[in-house]
């Protein structure tokens, strides 16, 4: 059973919208991740956090932020959706043993 | 060239065969892997992860390590159709991020 959540599993929104995708954990986890990954293609770090209050960009650059108020939680902000922004968007976190990353079951954004 | 290299595939193989994906690295200082599965339209799940040369086993995959040679491998016995998925590997460079392979497409034919 997966102990972290992403919401919503699904989102349709028009151009210009501004929209949070939510993660949560209930592990107790540090290290969090926010990955990019169109069908059928690799996975894209876009940010990374190593606890409250530190958050880092990844690999691929991206027009999104985010946040680490609390342990748990993890948000990505969308401040002006763009049809470029279509995609799907994973959480993961990983624990203090630096074992593999959990993913949440991810987010598919339609830009519109 | 990447740090972790994976052939995209697809690797099709008849069901019961033996399905052998492999998996180069560049970092020397890569210190543990971990094979991923991931059915189209979910998210990765854990599959193995190794720290050490040699072979672990866990029911009908073995992944191998070769730290010499810089590459890892996963091995699927008796595969099924329903092991049928991308499979990613991942590279632990020690900065307490995890570096992912492209993918290898597994194709288990009835």
Redesign the interface.
């Known amino acids: 059973e997966a102990d972290i959540y992403q919401t919503p599993r699904y989102l349709v929104i028009g151009t210009g919208k501004k929209i949070t995708l939510e993660c949560s954990q209930t592990m107790g986890h540090d290290?969090m991740?926010w990955y990019q990954q169109d069908?059928?293609?690799?996975?894209h770090?876009i940010h990374?956090s190593?606890g409250v209050n530190s958050t880092e960009k990844g690999d691929l650059s991206s027009e999104s932020t985010v946040s680490r108020i609390r342990t748990e939680h993890f948000p990505l902000t969308l401040e002006s959706a763009r049809p470029s922004h279509t995609s799907q968007y994973?959480c993961a976190s990983?624990d203090n043993f630096?074992?593999?990353?959990?993913?949440?079951?991810?987010t598919r954004l339609t830009v519109v | 060239q990447k740090e972790v290299e994976q052939n995209s595939g697809p690797l099709s193989v008849p069901e019961g065969a033996i399905a052998s994906l492999n998996c180069t690295y560049s970092d020397r200082g890569s210190q543990s892997f971990f094979w991923y599965r991931q059915y189209s339209g979910k998210s990765p799940e854990l599959i193995m992860f190794i720290y050490s040369n040699g072979d672990k086993e866990d029911g009908r995959f073995t992944a191998q390590l070769n730290k010499a040679s810089q590459y890892v491998s996963l091995l699927i016995r008796d595969s099924q159709p329903s092991d049928s998925a991308t499979y990613l590997c991942a590279g632990n460079t020690g900065f307490q991020k995890l570096v992912f392979g492209t993918g290898t497409r597994l194709l288990v034919s009835p």
């Open positions: 290290k991740y069908p059928g293609m690799e996975l770090l990374y190593y994973l990983r630096n074992y593999g990353y959990t993913f949440g079951s991810g």
